[in-house]
């Protein structure tokens, strides 16, 4: 697949005089920009009060942008329901774990759940969509703004009792089933009634597991059917793409699940706020890192949402950046400016990945209100902000440099989010964590200088991969169970894959049950940081450990003898979570099995296939040699 690459910015002009919009404008195109974001947080502007548009401003902001030759992205504003709107629907607010409405004065103020506002949030949608749908300068949609950020996806509010116990009754058609499902004669918890039911919060000690699991399931449909309400509206009077812009490590609900319902995945991407706030990594690594922005984050979340976007074409998904960070944030905990030249450097490692357009936040930074301290390309005064020059030399970049393809991996990585809730609702220690397993092992790829097709759970063909890792999937679908056993690809599994049943009870005959693998987990421990057991040849497990029996092959041992990974044929199953040694060697000896090349990068260093092009990244703030070649701090070559 061959991939035109473009640029964008976000822009508000609601924020701004009507006499600077043409100016805004031409610089944007001088600039190189192709698109232009507008009207996601515009709502208390385009409709004042119930019913009462006032579309004149938008009319001449299209007729602005068009005219300069900008491709709008129209974003429909329900991420921010204006105060009158809780006039209509008082309780239509999100309530937090604690029992809490979710009041209004910032954003994403709404529950999932609640009808009445998703029937409002529809009609908006379909009110822009008839006035802007077919206008020439519109060239694509993104619907509300960042599903879950803030922790908005799990609500505990009236309207998500009510809606949880319709869900459940047309899941189990009976109390005896989901009392049966759930394993409700433990304590006494059995139900007659459905609405007996409440969420499980507020409860003396843990829920029952089953139960938090549905009610992680459930929440995550009630974002797919809110989406789908949205994405029906437009499409009755728009031909133009659909997408959302998803977020950095946010897990609450299952973006396969929209990705099907949306031509283009586009996700935000802050690489210096997400160090800070999204990573558990020791106090010297945020501090190497604080200018430049961990070196796997933004690859791993760019592999996932082309995987997203695969979801509505498999052939030729497409995916974005729709707001890229340009400089420094205002929500970390700390908010360092970048390097000079990562606003360059992330903008390719995005391309390198398949992104079709990175699109910079924002195009002005605001002087009021929460994000007075976001950077944009320009100044809250109108001058050029360091990112406008980075920008520039990429779009200086793009016209020379050719259009490059992006085919398949040869390594495939699963991810799932019904697995990271199960390790949520039942984590068994402290630090074990879905997400974090999987990210580990993607870093661990990457260090050896692999490229890395994330694929979703319930995938049904692994042909042309070498090597597949399934870590910490806790019910494999049958689809993938079917495609692992007719795989010839070297298979790595585990820890804790195939560990539970869908309701999230323990299997007998007990797992992981892989058909071909006599390897059976007998006991989990779960470690102290301080307690790492070390193996026979590398590194130490650490987190989780299982005790592992059977007459399959042992291919590590700890350094007491005992099995930590067992192999039949092309499958191994590996009953402990790796240090990053430990990891090391396991994943060196697969690829060597699989006839994978691995590279022996430089720390900093990481590389991208795209194609017939190579892209070499450093991380680092100090120069690196690599393969005879100098790249600087926040170099990029190809």
């Not at 009755?236 to 699940?257: K, L």
């Not at 997203?308 to 700390?334: I, K, T, Y």
């Not at 809730?421 to 692999?450: H, I, M, S």
């Amino acid at each position: 697949m061959s991939l035109r690459r473009t640029l964008g910015t976000c822009y508000y002009p609601e924020h701004w005089p009507e006499e600077v919009w043409a100016e805004d404008a031409r610089r944007m195109a001088d600039l190189g920009l192709t698109w232009v974001r507008i009207g996601e947080f515009a709502w208390s502007r385009l409709e004042p009060r119930p019913g009462r548009f006032d579309w004149g401003w938008m009319d001449r902001a299209f007729e602005t942008l068009g005219g300069a030759g900008l491709k709008i992205v129209l974003g429909t504003p329900t991420a921010t329901p204006p105060r009158w709107m809780l006039e209509r629907h008082p309780d239509m607010l999100a309530h937090d774990a604690e029992g809490r409405p979710r009041g209004f004065g910032s954003r994403r103020h709404y529950c999932f759940s609640h009808a009445g506002y998703r029937a409002e949030a529809a009609r908006i949608a379909e009110e822009l969509a008839k006035r802007y749908g077919r206008h020439p300068a519109l060239g694509a949609w993104q619907t509300d703004n960042e599903y879950g950020c803030h922790d908005t996806v799990i609500s505990h509010s009236p309207a998500a009792r009510a809606a949880f116990r319709d869900w459940l009754a047309q899941k189990y058609q009976s109390t005896d089933a989901l009392n049966r499902a759930w394993g409700n004669v433990f304590w006494s918890m059995e139900y007659e009634s459905f609405d007996e039911i409440d969420l499980p919060n507020l409860t003396v000690t843990e829920p029952n597991p089953s139960h938090a699991l549905d009610f992680r399931r459930f929440s995550s449909d009630q974002v797919a059917r809110w989406n789908a309400a949205q994405v029906e509206a437009i499409r009755r009077h728009s031909d133009a793409p659909i997408s959302h812009n998803y977020m950095g490590r946010i897990v609450e609900f299952d973006h396969f699940a929209l990705g099907a319902q949306m031509e283009i995945a586009t996700w935000d991407s802050y690489p210096l706020g997400f160090l800070e706030d999204r990573l558990e990594e020791p106090p010297e690594h945020k501090r190497r890192y604080a200018r430049q922005g961990d070196p796997d984050f933004q690859a791993f979340h760019h592999d996932l949402y082309r995987a997203v976007a695969s979801r509505f074409d498999a052939e030729a998904p497409r995916w974005w950046v729709m707001e890229q960070q340009p400089g420094p944030v205002n929500w970390a905990p700390h908010n360092p400016a970048p390097l000079p030249g990562m606003v360059r450097f992330w903008t390719w490692e995005a391309f390198a990945h398949g992104a079709e357009c990175v699109s910079y936040f924002r195009w002005r930074q605001a002087p009021f209100a929460q994000e007075q301290y976001h950077a944009g390309l320009l100044r809250p005064d109108s001058a050029e902000a360091p990112a406008f020059a980075e920008a520039r030399q990429v779009a200086d970049e793009l016209a020379e440099m050719p259009e490059v393809g992006l085919g398949q991996a040869r390594v495939a990585l699963v991810f799932d989010y019904t697995s990271a809730w199960a390790w949520t609702v039942q984590p068994q220690g402290r630090g074990c964590d879905y997400f974090r397993l999987v990210f580990e092992v993607y870093r661990g790829l990457r260090k050896l200088g692999l490229s890395v097709d994330i694929l979703p759970p319930d995938t049904d063909s692994l042909a042309g991969y070498r090597l597949v890792l399934v870590p910490g999937l806790v019910t494999l679908s049958e689809p993938l169970k079917r495609a692992l056993g007719e795989t010839t690809a070297q298979v790595l599994l585990g820890p804790r894959t195939n560990a539970k049943t869908a309701a999230l009870a323990t299997p007998v005959p007990l797992p992981p049950a892989i058909p071909g693998l006599d390897a059976t987990v007998a006991r989990v421990e779960t470690l102290r940081p301080d307690m790492p057991v070390p193996m026979e040849r590398a590194g130490h497990v650490t987190l989780w450990r299982e005790e592992l029996e059977g007459t399959a092959e042992v291919v590590d041992r700890d350094a007491q003898g005992r099995p930590v990974a067992m192999r039949a044929g092309n499958l191994t199953y590996l009953g402990g979570w790796p240090d990053p040694d430990f990891l090391r060697h396991l994943l060196i000896r697969a690829c060597a099995e699989a006839g994978v090349e691995t590279l022996d990068l430089p720390p900093d260093i990481r590389v991208r296939q795209a194609g017939d092009t190579r892209f070499v990244f450093n991380h680092g703030p100090e120069e690196v040699v690599f393969e005879g070649r100098t790249i600087p701090p926040a170099g990029v070559a190809w």
